[in-house]
């Protein structure tokens, strides 16, 4: 006999070990079925030993052990799998079996699928990553060529993308020549063409290029050398729950623990990667960007025109007007890029100055317009709770009728380029337009489908800029630029350099503000000037990656939040905890968190701090350098 000691793949559990009897000796990293409370639960082994050797502890528990049904002939677990979660483990607070379950794809943590069987080899390839800074054109030139490089070394490739939008894309530009070797992996498959996917990935008899997004990365093959992680300073690489893990920190672990070459590429990646290349601790792949150039050129158009409070100002400038009147006469495409959903992210009363608030997040309401059997109806909106009422007529204050929106939304945008240019094929794409991913998809095709037009979008347009426009403009640079995060700047650079990178006349930004180092480095495609500043900024305010955050955040009344505080100063004592209130919290529900400021040298405190923040109670979310702390 033998007591197998099992984790369990539950999402969020908070148990780290099981133990059971089993006449059989499981290996280490077998998948098995085991009884959690009445229920089988998929789980992996992480030891197994003789009950002889165990006796002791046996006769001392106060519990007594189940038995394990009889499991022949298991799948096993990569060791290099086994090997990243513990790595993970040393950088984030959560069990062992929570990474796990992060890094298993869907479909073979749920049962659905079983983890292909695969033998474990360790590469010999240059473990270090390696960073490539260019446009999106000369970074598909130079992943061709390392596809080929592999290749030639009889080795497969993967390319793993933020999201199931930027597929596509990456395909079209890579399998020119190897259609049969391409295997791809999305979240929007059928179960026909995922099960295809994983019989292409069984067959070992050709190099294989592997494109997928992160969900599927971690699925082993014996004659993969190198990873590629393209778009790498995308916030879609973290995942929306806990562990809330970094899935680029993730694979940089796995390729080393496999010994495979990585490659993080983007038109601006992280800062933090920036400051690695510098410091030689990630290595430069292909020459060294300090500018780079761009067939669009970016222009700043600062508008200058008052809005008074029943006369709103111009939204599109007579230097726009005149650039989209001329490409779509070139049957050209364009886009508008609005920052902030809906009519207005803001309604204000004129006479008290109320703003209507989500009363569950205290956030201020966007205001959408919605068509139902050919009646507008408005409706207010709060992008954090979720919560969806009618749109009021009048002040709840005052009960003065005189309401007015504040801030620039997309259909705002939408309802004045359509009374300037009502003969002008116009697509709007946002969340409210496409609510899947596949109705993005659609409306995105049909827009270059057409001989010219103008597309609307907010962020979720962006990935699908690829086929390219002529002309594009940031609406308002003043409402892109006030999101509440530290990664203000290089969101905004980025953002700016993307647009850049996918149009082949011009890129044009209005602003009510008068220009800044940012957009000047913008212009000019000056990526080493941008890092030089970025990074003495953050180095001077102590922002990543010179410090770590951790962010705590608990929800509750006002009152409750500073009680449901107490046990968690009793568990962090001695930790530097700066605690406070979200901005957007209101009387009836409060948002408290508790910020942890680590100094990246100290890796004693960071040890010392992930042990305590794994005694936390589960009502406390932790997230490691999250994008925004407040």
């Given at each position: 006999m033998f007591v197998i000691q099992v984790i369990p793949l539950v999402r969020g559990t908070q148990l780290e070990s099981l133990s059971y009897f089993s006449s059989i000796e499981y290996p280490v990293g077998a998948f098995l079925e085991v009884p959690i409370r009445g229920k089988k639960q998929r789980a992996i082994v992480t030891d197994a030993r003789p009950v002889s050797s165990t006796k002791t502890a046996l006769k001392a528990a106060t519990f007594s052990l189940r038995k394990l049904p009889q499991q022949p002939d298991p799948v096993v677990i990569p060791p290099s799998i086994q090997a990243t979660a513990a790595t993970l483990s040393t950088h984030y607070p959560t069990s062992l079996g929570a990474l796990l379950f992060a890094l298993l794809p869907p479909d073979i943590r749920n049962g659905t699928h079983p983890y292909p069987r695969t033998e474990s080899v360790v590469q010999t390839e240059e473990t270090n990553p390696q960073l490539l800074t260019a446009r999106i054109d000369d970074r598909f030139t130079a992943y061709q060529s390392f596809i080929r490089s592999t290749f030639a070394h009889r080795g497969s490739i993967m390319i793993v993308v933020p999201t199931a939008a930027e597929i596509e894309p990456a395909v079209a530009e890579l399998q020119q020549g190897i259609e049969d070797r391409v295997i791809i992996f999305s979240p929007n498959q059928t179960k026909k063409q995922r099960e295809k996917a994983y019989n292409q990935l069984a067959d070992t008899t050709t190099a294989k290029l592997i494109i997928t997004t992160p969900s599927h990365a971690y699925l082993e093959r014996i004659d993969l050398l190198a990873i590629i992680i393209e778009q790498s300073a995308s916030g879609h690489y973290v995942t929306r729950q806990r562990p809330y893990l970094d899935h680029r920190t993730a694979l940089i672990a796995y390729a080393k623990h496999s010994g495979r070459a990585v490659l993080l590429g983007d038109v601006v990646p992280r800062t933090e990667d920036e400051v690695k290349r510098r410091d030689e601790r990630y290595l430069t792949y292909g020459e060294e960007a300090k500018r780079i150039a761009f067939t669009a050129p970016l222009s700043i158009i600062t508008q200058k025109d008052k809005p008074k409070p029943d006369v709103p100002f111009q939204l599109f400038s007579r230097e726009l007007l005149t650039s989209v009147d001329r490409a779509l006469e070139a049957r050209g495409h364009v886009f508008f890029y609005a920052a902030r959903r809906g009519l207005a992210p803001v309604v204000a009363c004129i006479d008290c100055g109320h703003i209507f608030r989500c009363p569950d997040s205290n956030t201020p309401y966007s205001l959408i317009r919605t068509k139902k059997s050919g009646e507008e109806e408005r409706w207010f909106v709060s992008s954090t709770s979720g919560r969806r009422v009618k749109a009021a007529d009048v002040c709840v204050d005052c009960g003065s009728w005189r309401l007015r929106e504040r801030g620039i939304g997309i259909q705002q945008v939408y309802d004045e380029w359509t009374k300037l240019r009502p003969d002008t094929p116009v697509t709007l794409l946002d969340s409210e337009t496409a609510t899947t991913p596949k109705q993005a998809a659609t409306l995105a095709k049909e827009f270059f489908t057409q001989r010219s037009g103008v597309l609307?979008?907010?962020?979720?347009?962006?990935?699908?800029?690829?086929?390219?426009?002529?002309?594009?403009?940031?609406?308002?640079?003043?409402?892109?630029?006030?999101?509440?995060?530290?990664?203000?700047?290089?969101?905004?650079?980025?953002?700016?350099?993307?647009?850049?990178?996918?149009?082949?006349?011009?890129?044009?930004?209005?602003?009510?503000?008068?220009?800044?180092?940012?957009?000047?480095?913008?212009?000019?495609?000056?990526?080493?000037?941008?890092?030089?500043?970025?990074?003495?900024?953050?180095?001077?305010?102590?922002?990543?990656?010179?410090?770590?955050?951790?962010?705590?955040?608990?929800?509750?009344?006002?009152?409750?939040?500073?009680?449901?505080?107490?046990?968690?100063?009793?568990?962090?004592?001695?930790?530097?905890?700066?605690?406070?209130?979200?901005?957007?919290?209101?009387?009836?529900?409060?948002?408290?968190?508790g910020l942890i400021r680590i100094p990246s040298a100290d890796t004693t405190l960071y040890e010392a701090a992930l042990q305590k923040l794994r005694n936390l109670p589960p009502y406390v979310k932790v997230e490691i350098d999250p994008e925004r702390i407040v």
């Open positions: 609307i979008g907010t962020q979720l347009a962006l990935p699908f800029l690829s086929a390219g426009v002529a002309v594009s403009s940031i609406i308002s640079l003043d409402a892109a630029r006030s999101i509440p995060t530290w990664r203000a700047d290089e969101s905004l650079f980025r953002l700016l350099l993307r647009l850049r990178e996918c149009t082949a006349k011009e890129v044009i930004v209005q602003t009510r503000s008068e220009s800044d180092n940012l957009l000047i480095h913008a212009t000019r495609g000056a990526v080493e000037r941008f890092y030089d500043d970025e990074i003495a900024l953050r180095q001077m305010l102590q922002y990543p990656p010179f410090s770590t955050f951790i962010l705590l955040t608990w929800v509750g009344t006002s009152t409750s939040v500073v009680e449901l505080e107490q046990p968690i100063k009793v568990a962090l004592t001695d930790l530097p905890v700066q605690f406070y209130n979200s901005p957007n919290s209101s009387t009836g529900k409060a948002q408290r968190h």
